[in-house]
């Protein structure tokens, strides 16, 4: 794992067993489906991301019971309940709310015709992109 993080091999030899073995245990932690074997180290680095940022986080109940609620599903079955002018026109007041919060957060002041532009122009390539519902 050092030498993954720190892109440097250390000087110790290579191991020799046989079998691979997961570097994060599934059972307690969250892995990434996707494993590359490290023969120098007889590992699955199955770790949940790269260089520059890897989280680990244990797996709870609290977060099993997310999960198993499928959230996802209710949230298409909601948002497909509502009508798409709607979430377009809730999209839009969202994104222009943010887009005035960071210019003030930058120090700008643009005048309201720019951060109108700007909300328009990311609106409709948002919905050109689709959601995912």
């Keep these: ?21 997961p570097l994060v245990d599934e059972e307690i932690q969250f892995a990434s489906p996707i494993s590359s074997n490290s023969s120098r180290h007889r590992i699955k680095n199955n770790l949940p991301g790269t260089v520059g940022f890897c989280p680990l986080i244990f797996k709870t109940q609290k977060l099993n019971d997310y999960i198993s609620e499928n959230l996802s599903s209710k949230k298409n079955s909601y948002l497909n309940a509502v009508h798409k002018d709607v979430l377009q026109r809730a999209s ?7 887009s005035k919060a960071s210019f003030t ?15 328009r122009a990311i609106e409709t390539t948002q919905w050109r992109c689709s959601f995912g519902f």
Excluded: C
């Design 92 to 98: 839009a007041f969202l994104l222009l709310k943010d």
């Design 105 to 119: 957060i930058e120090g700008e002041n643009p005048t309201n015709n720019p951060a109108v532009r700007w909300g």
């Design 1 to 21: 794992m050092y030498e993954w993080l720190m892109q440097e091999q250390l000087p110790i030899p290579d191991l020799t067993i046989k079998n691979y073995i």
